[in-house]
């Protein structure tokens, strides 16, 4: 059902069982899927693609021009997944030339009221962005990653998968997988054990997680040592695989 007042270009592409709004407008080079909600107040310009089952509340701003004074008008995309949440007043941009062209958002997101994801931020699957929280351009966000309030990421970070960042925390490097940070100049406060527990991941495997954190965290190891001692356990451990990987390949250096 598309509301009387909403205005959606022609050549805007529909999937079915899409609703639109009071006053939403929908621009070229849109492509919606099938399912997806959009309120009243909604603006979606393109080129941009969106999956199923999506749900965009009032006010929300999406594929929007990126704010980089850099920017001048090219042909950038925004591509997003099926099943995600944008909350009131959620602002997602295009990319931009200097990196991919592309921002992109995977599947079964929750963005709170007024998060803002910039241009050429890649953003995984099952991730929680709380209330104003907020990542700069060129953002890497991995999978079950949990935003708190407040909180923001300076441009070009990585956020592992499973992490956890506190509410009011602003983070200028990278925060490896299972990692649990707070604070404006955030420190480590162990792992986000609850979080893997409730994904299914064992004792065991939580563990050996534990483990891991105190040998890149608490034992006075430089992070080369720190590695030698992760891969020797990712041996055994799959799951300590994926954050020996991370800090073997982190762009900016990580949180310590």
Known sequence: MIHQTAIVHPSAKLGKNVQIGPYSVIHA?????DDTRIESHVLIKGPTKIGKGNHFYQFSSIGEDCQDKKYAGEN????????????????VHRGT????????????????????????????????????ASTAGHVHVGDWVI????????????????????????????????????GVNV????IN?????????????????????????????TVEQALIELNEMAKTTPEVQMLADFVANSPRGIVR
């Open 29 to 33: 080079d849109v492509e919606i899927g």
């Open 76 to 91: 950038t995309r925004l591509e997003i997944g099926d099943n995600n949440v944008f909350r009131e007043c959620v602002t």
């Open 97 to 132: 030339i200097q990196d991919q062209g592309l921002t992109r958002i995977g599947s079964n997101n929750l963005f709170m009221n007024y998060v803002h994801v910039a241009h050429d931020c890649m953003i995984g699957d099952n991730n929680i962005f709380a209330n104003n």
């Open 147 to 182: 935003l708190g309030g407040m909180s923001g990421v300076h441009q070009f970070c990585h956020i592992g998968s499973h992490s956890f960042v506190g509410a009011g925390s602003i983070m200028v490097k990278d925060l490896p997988p299972y990692v649990m940070v707070g």
């Open 187 to 190: 420190t480590p406060h162990g």
């Open 193 to 221: 054990s609850e979080g893997l527990r409730r994904r299914g991941y064992s004792k065991e495997a939580i563990l050996q997680i534990r483990r891991a954190y105190k040998v890149l965290y608490r034992n006075g190891n």
